[in-house]
C-alpha cells in the first residue's frame, strides 16, 4: 500500500500551554489490511462476507458499562457480520494517541482534548471520525460538606488530585478558565476516588458517570464542576484514527463503524438488567487477564452509569442524525473550547466524518437506535 503522508501545518498558538500526559511517537508504523469486499453492505445485511482480519481498539478506560456497546458488537455477532476474524479491545485507562501512531492498535476511544493536542502540539496524522459521547463527561468532583468546588475559580488554592492520563485535559480546564496552574496543587492520583472521601485532596478528577456515581452512593453529597459547562463542551469517546489508515482503509473502518452502531443500538433496546450481566462478564473476564480493575462491581452502580451515559451519548441531533454523528455545530463548539486552551485548529485538521456520514446515507434505517 502507498504511504499517506500529511503535509506540515502552520497553527497559531493563542498561548503557551504544556501537554502532559501524551507521548507521541515520531514515526507512524501501520500493519497493512486486507479488504475484501464492501463492508458497508455485508455490515448491514446478508451479502458475502468481506474479511478484513484482526484489528485492536484501545478503550480509554477498564472494561466497564462505558463501553457496553463493544460487548454487545461481540456478544451479537456484529463484529463477525462486518467481517472481522477478531478484534480486540485493549483495556485502558490509555488516551490512545501514542498507540495510534506507534500502529499498536488501529482505533482508539479517545478524546478531543487529548487528540486535539497531539494534532496541536505535535502535529500527529490524527483524525476524529465519530464520537460515542456528544457531551464531555469529565467533572472536578467535591464533597458538599467539604471544598464544594462549584466554579473554576474555586479550584484556586485547592489540591486537585489529577491521573496522568488526564492531565491534558485537566490542564485545558485550566487554560480555558484563565487560572494560573500555579496556583492550586495537582495531586497525583489514581481513578479511586478515596483520596477525596478521606480529605486527602480537595477536588477529584472524575467521570459524571463513574467516580460521581461511586461518591455519592457511598453515602457522600457531592458537587461537580463539569468541563462541559466551564468552557469544555466538546466531544469525547472518540473514533480516532490515523490519517494513513483511514486514506488506505476506507471499507474497513466503514464495517467497524456499522458494528459499533449496532452494538450501542443494543444498550438503548435491550432490558437494562441484561446489559448490567453482560458488563459484569466482560469485566470479570479482563479482570481474569490481569487488567486494571477496581474490585467487584456493584449492579447497582453499573445501572446507574447505564443511564447516566445514555443522557451523554443520546441528544436530539443523534435523534435526528444518527449514533457518533458531529454536527457542524458541535464541531464549532468543540473548536472553541480548544481554542480556549491553547489549540487552534481548523475543522479539517481534526475531524473526517465522512464516512460516518456515508454509513446513514446508506443505511438511514441505522439511526433509529431508540426503541
Not at 502535529?123 to 471520525?129: E, M, N, R, S, T
Request: charged residues 20%.
Amino acid at each position: 500500500m502507498a504511504s499517506h503522508s500529511t503535509p506540515a501545518r502552520t497553527r497559531r498558538r493563542t498561548r503557551s500551554l504544556a501537554v502532559a500526559g501524551l507521548a507521541v511517537a515520531a514515526a507512524l508504523a501501520l500493519s497493512a489490511c486486507s479488504s475484501g469486499g464492501d463492508a458497508a453492505s455485508d455490515g448491514a445485511s446478508d451479502g458475502d462476507a468481506a474479511s478484513f482480519g484482526e484489528i485492536s481498539v484501545q478503550y480509554s478506560w477498564i472494561k466497564n458499562e462505558e463501553f457496553a456497546g463493544e460487548f454487545y458488537a461481540y456478544e451479537n455477532g456484529y463484529y463477525d457480520e462486518a467481517g472481522f476474524s477478531n478484534v480486540v479491545g485493549v483495556a485502558g485507562p490509555d488516551t490512545g494517541v501514542a498507540k495510534l501512531l506507534s500502529g499498536s492498535v488501529q482505533v482508539a476511544l479517545s478524546d478531543a482534548a487529548s487528540v486535539g493536542a497531539a494534532v496541536a502540539e505535535q502535529d500527529a496524522p490524527l483524525k476524529i471520525i465519530g464520537a460515542t459521547f456528544q457531551k464531555n463527561p469529565f467533572t472536578i468532583l467535591s464533597l458538599a460538606d467539604g471544598a464544594d468546588i462549584k466554579t473554576p475559580q474555586d479550584l484556586i488554592g485547592k489540591r486537585i488530585g489529577v491521573q496522568d492520563s488526564n492531565a491534558s485535559v485537566f490542564a485545558a480546564l485550566l487554560a480555558a478558565n484563565d487560572i494560573d496552574p500555579s496556583s492550586l496543587e495537582i495531586v497525583p492520583v489514581d481513578f479511586d476516588p478515596t483520596p477525596l472521601i478521606n480529605g486527602e485532596v480537595d477536588g477529584f478528577m472524575a467521570y459524571l458517570t463513574n467516580e460521581a456515581i461511586t461518591v455519592e452512593m457511598s453515602g457522600f453529597d457531592v458537587t461537580n464542576l463539569a468541563y462541559a459547562e466551564n468552557g469544555l463542551p466538546y466531544v469525547a469517546e472518540t473514533y480516532t484514527v490515523t490519517d494513513q489508515f483511514l486514506a488506505e482503509n476506507p471499507e474497513l473502518v466503514k464495517a467497524f463503524l456499522i458494528a459499533e452502531i449496532k452494538g450501542w443500538t443494543d444498550t438503548f433496546t435491550k432490558p437494562i438488567d441484561d446489559t448490567v450481566s453482560l458488563v459484569t462478564k466482560h469485566y470479570n473476564d479482563s479482570a481474569a487477564a490481569g487488567d486494571l480493575t477496581f474490585g467487584e462491581l456493584d449492579p447497582a452502580k453499573v445501572a446507574a452509569g447505564i443511564s447516566a451515559q445514555a443522557l451523554l451519548i443520546s441528544t436530539e441531533e443523534t435523534e435526528s442524525d444518527g449514533l457518533f454523528t458531529i454536527s457542524d455545530d458541535l464541531k464549532k463548539q468543540t473548536l472553541a473550547s480548544l481554542k480556549a486552551s491553547g489549540w487552534d485548529l481548523t475543522a479539517d485538521e481534526l475531524f473526517d466524518t465522512t464516512i460516518i456520514d456515508e454509513i446513514y446515507d446508506e443505511f438511514p434505517e441505522l439511526k433509529a437506535y431508540l426503541p
